[in-house]
Nanobody
């Protein structure tokens, strides 16, 4: 059974930092791009960041560029998201996702076939 399990969420003050992790099990995603998405209460799920299987290409939403860093450790089947200078508008449930194929999936949710259960990030003002 394929599983993606996120951890690292929590409550932090504005300006603080959190590091999210996502561990994959059940199969390897060594040839799949992986991404982070988030969904705030009452809003649609939105793209946050992506990384290719090699780690050579990374893409970020404009809203997090310069503050968030995505990384992965294929040997440990782990995807990470370092979040710095957090803002209240970053409050959301954060999900990791793996692409359906080896092609670059971009920000389109339809290109992702595997999702974690999410971890809550709350940033207080």
């Amino acid at each position: 059974q394929v599983q993606l399990v996120e951890s690292g969420g929590g409550l932090v003050e504005a300006g603080g930092s959190l590091r999210l992790s996502c561990v994959a099990s059940g199969r390897t995603f060594s040839r799949n791009a992986m991404s982070w998405f988030r969904q705030a209460s009452g809003k649609e799920r939105e793209f946050v960041a992506s990384i290719t299987w090699s780690g050579g290409t990374r893409s970020y939403a404009d809203s997090v560029k310069g503050r968030f860093t995505i990384s992965r450790d294929i040997a440990k089947s782990t995807l990470s998201l370092q979040m710095n200078t957090l803002k209240p508008k970053d409050t959301a449930v954060y999900y990791c996702a793996a692409s359906l194929s080896s092609l670059w999936p971009g920000s389109d949710l339809r290109n992702y076939g595997y999702w974690g259960q999410g971890t809550q990030v709350t940033v207080s003002s």
